[in-house]
């Protein structure tokens, strides 16, 4: 009966390794002929198996606890390449939005108090009046009112065929 520590990389590899040595421990005692003293060497191996038990119920936690943790930055990664297609652009004189600068999507702005939790919603453009439009954020009560109905490019007017314009 022997762990072989050199070819066991994984704590995984390791309580495996230690349940079958305490299966071989549990079969020796079963072969001792003495009653009392068999008596006396399960009691002593008990603990070790609770120990063991112990020790499988918490790596399971935790690799479940890792594989959240793997999923979370996985999303964050993803988060930063998004965020990373915007740039913060004057949507009107003193208002800055998230200008969309990425080639695979329409052109949008996207809301900055809700990039700034991390949350990338487009804005809604509502003609208001003229040629003011009103920006209004999807997810959260923030609006921009602007004198000219500007497009994702600052200097160009709106594209009303985009699809990007309520009405
Ligand atoms: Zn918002």
Redesign the pocket.
């Known amino acids: 009966m022997q762990i072989e520590e050199a070819t066991m990389t994984s704590p995984v590899e390791i309580a495996s390794a230690a349940a079958a040595a305490l299966a071989q421990l549990s079969a020796m005692i079963g072969t001792v002929k003495n009653a009392s003293e068999k008596v006396a060497l399960h009691d002593k191996l008990h603990p070790v198996q609770q120990a063991l038990h112990d020790l499988q119920a918490a790596q399971i936690g935790l690799l479940e606890e890792n594989s959240k943790l793997r999923q979370q930055v996985a999303d964050r990664s993803e988060l930063v390449r998004a965020k990373a297609q915007y740039s913060l652009q004057p949507i009107d004189e003193g208002k800055l939005a998230y200008r969309y600068e990425g080639s695979a999507g329409a052109p949008h702005w996207a809301?900055?108090?809700?990039?700034a939790s991390d949350?990338i919603?487009p804005?809604i453009g509502e003609r208001y009046s003229g040629t003011a439009v009103k920006w209004r954020?999807?997810?959260?009560?923030?609006s921009f009112l602007t004198g000219r109905a500007h497009g994702p490019s600052f200097d160009e007017p709106i594209n009303y065929a985009n699809g990007w314009m309520t009405r």
């Not at 809301?111 to 990039?115: A, E, I, L, N």
């Not at 954020?137 to 923030?142: A, F, G, P, Q, V």
Request: aromatic share 8%; hydrophobic share 30%; with cysteine.
């Open positions: 809301c900055p108090s809700c990039f949350s919603m804005m954020c999807c997810k959260c009560s923030l």
